[in-house]
T-cell receptor
Framework: NAGVTQTPKFRVLKTGQSMTLLCAQD?????MYWYRQDPGMGLRLIHYSVGEGTTAKGEVPDGYNVSRLKKQNFLLGLESAAPSQTSVYFC??????????????FGPGTRLLVL | AQTVTQSQPEMSVQEAETVTLSCTYDTSESNYYLFWYKQPPSRQMILVIRQEAYKQQNATENRFSVNFQKAAKSFSLKISDSQLGDTAMYFC????????????FGTGTLLAVQP
């Protein structure tokens, strides 16, 4: 099992450009999440999905959109990148809530630099 | 509001010694789950240990153990026989359960293991 994978690993964008980050998991997990990590802060939830075809806003959703067309994939889009979106982005997945099944497993991260 | 506080931004320990990382949290929920994640320089988020709030027994995973004090809302991590590979950022995190399984992270403690 590859677990949770993220594409790309690193990207440089100019202000105003758009891009899509791809997250894929092969653990048949229902729940998927996108976080961002900034210096001096823990991870903050951007958007999440509790199943195929469903998405919801997290703590810091502005400037991002997501889609979950297939159970194993969760896409994070930036329509018009801004320097404030320079960050490391993590995807995670989990089974349904509760106990060990609620444990989230993380991808390796995508480093995004917006100039 | 649900929060997680890690009051030690940085810590240092000699190889083979024991170190304890502190974490406090705030919630009004009675059923929840607590986690410690490790983030080495590779940036990968690795689950170290988890604790269910309804269990009184402290969780243990090899050299890692927790001291869970529910009344005090404290969840500290003890690393015994510290190894150079333990050098990493350690994040305390909390899930209150419910339908979304959203993780709330602390700001992290950077642990350096000295040879």
């Amino acid at each position: 099992n590859a677990g949770v994978t993220q594409t790309p690993k690193f990207r440089v964008l100019k202000t105003g450009q758009s891009m899509t980050l791809l997250c894929a998991q092969d653990m048949n997990h229902e729940y998927m999440y996108w976080y961002r990590q900034d210096p001096g802060m823990g991870l903050r939830l951007i958007h999440y999905s509790v199943g195929e075809g469903t998405t919801a806003k997290g703590e810091v959703p502005d400037g991002y959109n997501v889609s979950r067309l297939k159970k194993q994939n969760f896409l994070l889009g930036l329509e018009s990148a801004a320097p404030s979106q320079t960050s490391v982005y993590f995807c995670a997945s989990s089974q349904r809530t509760g106990g060990a099944t609620g444990t989230q497993y993380f991808g390796p991260g995508t480093r995004l630099l917006v100039l | 509001a649900q929060t997680v506080t890690q009051s030690q931004p940085e810590m240092s320990v000699q190889e083979a010694e024991t170190v304890t990382l502190s974490c406090t949290y705030d919630t009004s929920e009675s059923n929840y789950y607590l986690f410690w994640y490790k983030q080495p320089p590779s940036r990968q988020m690795i689950l170290v240990i988890r604790q269910e709030a309804y269990k009184q027994q402290n969780a243990t995973e090899n050299r890692f153990s927790v001291n869970f004090q529910k009344a005090a809302k404290s969840f500290s991590l003890k690393i015994s026989d510290s190894q150079l590979g333990d050098t990493a950022m350690y994040f305390c995190a909390f899930i209150a359960g419910g339908a979304t399984n959203k993780l709330i992270f602390g700001t992290g403690t950077l642990l350096a293991v000295q040879p």
